[in-house]
């Protein structure tokens, strides 16, 4: 257990609407990541951080934008939903050692829909 | 730019049979690892094993199995007698070497492994 929680689980959310995505963790890593799922694409990376208000864009983020103003919270907004937004969404921590890439532990989801 | 294959997107089998789940890789870093996670029904996503590119030898834990061949690009996942608990979709994932940002995974599409009774 990584200590990761994701806050809502499930959201039903109207087209134009704001929506924001919180992601907690509680171990400190320094790095976490936004990842949304659909089917025939697998996971693909929305944005990343770094750090305490370090950020960078992933693959698919159009339309997205995070903020992280504490290490533990990793914040994701969708300022005016679209369906196309419709999706599972993952965040991530980075377990890090020695400067090496090491594993990527996931929270459980949240489930979007757009209507 | 990075890429992973998962050719079969559906696997059926019978418990107590071995399957192999394939992944295929693309990248131009000398430096990469290579992952696989799996995802239940309940939907979360379980981390299983890395890899690094410099080292090939093949890992094996309880009924799971993992052959790393770059001359093929290949990191497939074998799971031997499976049972019903198995049936999962499996993603295999790569990342490079790390830079000031950290390592970012590139996913394959997913393996929907079923397993029946």
């Known amino acids: 257990d990584a200590g990761i929680t994701q806050s809502p689980r499930h959201k039903v959310t109207e087209t134009g609407t704001p929506v924001t995505l919180r992601c907690h963790q509680t171990?400190?890593?320094?790095?976490m990541y936004w990842y949304r799922q659909d089917p025939g694409h697998g996971l693909r990376l929305i944005h990343y951080?770094?750090?305490?208000?370090?950020?960078d864009k992933g693959e698919v983020s159009d339309g997205y934008s995070v903020s992280r103003s504490k290490t533990e919270d990793f914040l994701l907004t969708l300022e005016s939903a679209t369906s196309s937004q419709t999706s599972v969404y993952f965040c991530?921590?980075?377990?890090?050692?020695?400067?090496?890439?090491?594993?990527?532990?996931f929270g459980p989801g949240t489930r979007l829909t757009v209507t | 730019a990075q890429k992973v294959t998962q050719a079969q997107t559906e696997i059926s089998v019978v418990e107590k049979e071995d399957v192999t789940l394939d992944c295929v890789y693309e990248?131009?870093?000398?430096?990469?690892?290579l992952f696989w996670y799996k995802q239940p029904p309940s939907g979360e996503l379980v981390f299983l094993i890395r890899?690094?590119?410099?080292?090939?030898q093949n890992e094996i834990s309880g009924r799971y199995s993992w052959n790393f061949q770059k001359s093929t690009s290949s990191f497939n996942f074998t799971i031997t007698a499976s049972q019903v608990v198995d049936s999962a979709v499996y993603f295999c994932?790569?990342?490079?070497?790390?830079?000031?940002?950290?390592?970012?995974?590139?996913f394959g599409t997913g393996t929907q492994l079923k397993v029946e009774l």
């Open positions: 991530a921590i980075r377990v890090t050692s020695g400067g090496a890439p090491y594993e990527q532990y």
């Open positions: 171990e400190n890593h320094r790095y």
């Open positions: 951080s770094y750090g305490v208000k370090d950020t």
């Open positions: 990248t131009r870093d000398t430096t990469y690892y």
């Open positions: 890899r690094n590119s410099f080292d090939e």
């Open positions: 994932a790569l990342s490079g070497a790390p830079t000031g940002g950290g390592n970012k995974l590139t």
